[in-house]
């Protein structure tokens, strides 16, 4: 026999192998300071690209009073309990009732965070004789849906409508034979490469094939569309989504989140979804938050349009300098280079170090062997000074990356990180 324990010590997992050497600055960094384009870390000031915050409202004086004045008035712990039992309140239903009215859906639901209300909102909707079809570069909150359920799945080539529609073909074979539906899982944005979901083409398979669809746009509720309600907007097929969910961690700057569909689907969810029958309430300085936020989003088309404006004006600056941003259509800004862990960990010292200027990066697993991936979050609360920086530096940066300076030993981390 073992004990668990000493397995656990042993094998630290594919991110923690990295935990010693990363902790503190690539991993688990500590940004200090409103939440915006200029935070502090390390010591310095340094200009940030890592932030979801898309629509710059995380910092914005009438968010931060609305947050305030919701914590005054009622306190962190109000409601007490679970919706069902102690904890429905008439501002959760005005603020759902607001959500679903504004992506063109009868009704919607608050949820406490996004990756358990993903997982419950897939375990109410099928049953064993369903069958799921989903997309295979879905976020870990679908993945770890579909391996709670009993129903079968198929997975469909990421965005590769001719290998849907033969993963649809063998789903309405598998579920004539069960006597079940199909639930088509996929996303509006993804949130690593920045493409869309090919939500149109989607839809119109509905003509052939008979299935309900549900969408994951956490990255496209308030920056996309013509109004920010979504990707369905943006396609201009908001209708053909049967289940539209979204969190509040992006572009709400916020923590929650929501799904909305049909009335009886609500009504459904709302009792039996696990992830909230089993969990207290939303606190109310959460709701009161989230209300401005809608509002901002709603009414402030100009804030949107400033977004767009420093996410063109940097995705085209970086393209010109020669770097591949793959195929992202939305804010999320990927840059793609060749290179190991070293290269990645060079090039973001000296990014942070020489250069002030804080993005996240990613190697492999998350992206193929040989492959790293900058990853840059324009937002609304940069200006299109934080982006001429940044494109002056991307220059020096390529300058370099090409000469191969970056392509030596990882340099000592202690030494870099005096926070620690
Ligand atoms: C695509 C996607 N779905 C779901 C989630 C989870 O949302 P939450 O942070 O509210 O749990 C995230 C990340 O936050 C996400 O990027």
Redesign the pocket.
């Known amino acids: 026999m073992k004990d668990i324990f000493e397995r656990i010590k042993a094998t630290p997992g594919p991110l923690g192998q990295y935990g010693g050497k990363a902790e503190g600055y690539f991993m688990f960094p500590k940004l200090e300071g409103p939440m915006g384009p200029h935070m502090r870390f390390n010591g310095k000031d340094v200009l940030v690209w890592s932030l979801n915050n898309y629509m710059g409202l995380a910092d914005m004086p009438e968010v931060r009073q609305a947050d305030a004045k919701g914590a005054a008035d009622f306190g962190m712990a109000a409601p007490m309990g679970a919706r069902m039992m102690s904890g429905d309140t008439v501002y959760h239903r005005q603020l759902e009732q607001d959500l679903a009215d504004f992506v063109g859906k009868e009704a919607g639901y608050l949820v406490n965070?996004?990756?358990?209300a993903?997982i419950s909102i897939i375990d109410c909707l099928v049953s064993r004789r369903d069958v799921i079809v989903y997309d295979s570069e879905s976020?870990a909150?679908i993945m770890d849906g579909l391996r709670m359920v009993l129903a079968q799945r198929f997975v469909y080539r990421h965005n590769d409508m001719e290998s849907l529609r033969l993963q649809l073909q063998n789903a309405q074979k598998l579920a004539e034979k069960q006597g079940g539906g199909i639930l088509v899982i996929t996303?509006g944005v993804f949130?690593m490469a920045g493409d869309l979901g090919k939500l149109d083409e989607i839809v119109a398979l509905k003509k052939e094939f008979s299935f309900r669809l549900l969408i994951?746009d956490?990255?496209g509720f308030g920056t996309m569309g013509k109004t920010g309600a979504g990707t369905g907007e943006h396609f201009g097929c908001q209708d053909g989504i049967d289940v539209y969910f979204a969190?509040?961690?992006k572009a709400m700057a916020g923590?929650g989140?929501f799904v909305a569909s049909k009335k009886y689907i609500i009504e459904n969810l709302r009792f039996n979804m696990r992830s909230q029958i089993f969990a207290k309430s939303l606190p109310m300085p959460m709701v009161i938050g989230a209300m401005k936020r809608l509002e901002l989003i709603k009414t402030r088309q100009d804030i949107r349009a400033h977004m767009w404006n420093v996410v063109n004006t940097l995705q085209s600056g970086l393209k010109e300098r020669g770097f591949d941003l793959g195929n992202t259509n939305s804010p999320v800004t990927p840059v793609y280079l060749k290179g190991n862990v070293n290269v990645a960990t060079n090039l973001v010292v000296d990014l942070r170090e020489n250069y002030n200027i804080f993005c996240s990066i990613t190697v492999y697993p998350v992206v193929p062997k040989d492959v790293i991936m900058l990853r840059i979050i324009p937002t609304a609360a940069h200006s299109l000074e934080d982006v001429q920086r940044t494109l002056d530096a991307f220059s020096e940066i390529k300058v370099k990356y090409d000469a191969g300076a970056y392509d030596k030993e990882i340099p000592n981390m202690n030494l870099i990180n005096k926070a620690e």
């Open positions: 965070f996004g990756y358990q993903m976020h909150c996303e949130g994951d956490a990255h969190t509040f961690a923590i989140g």
